[in-house]
């Protein structure tokens, strides 16, 4: 997927590269997309207190490679 694909509020899967396109690998996190700029998609991962829903949520964005990251 490309950058311009990625908009603030999707919902998208992070594949990690060892888990070799495996969506179902243990390693794999849920999350939404906060924002994107000219190189990362920023994503707020779901964790034990809260699923993402908006990507307004008070959590902290980790820059991700949207090569890492499918639609979900």
């Known amino acids: 997927m490309q950058l311009s694909d990625f908009k603030k509020g999707q919902r ?3 594949i990690p590269t060892h888990a070799f396109g495996n969506s179902k690998h243990p390693d794999c996190e849920n999350g939404v997309v906060s ?3 000219n190189k990362y998609v ?3 991962y779901d ?9 307004d ?16």
């Open 35 to 37: 924002s994107v700029n």
């Open 47 to 55: 964790n034990a207190v809260m699923i993402m829903k908006t990507g």
């Open 12 to 14: 998208v899967k992070y």
């Open 57 to 72: 949520e008070d959590y902290t964005a980790q820059a991700t490679s949207p090569e890492n990251l499918i639609f979900i």
């Open 42 to 44: 920023f994503v707020k």
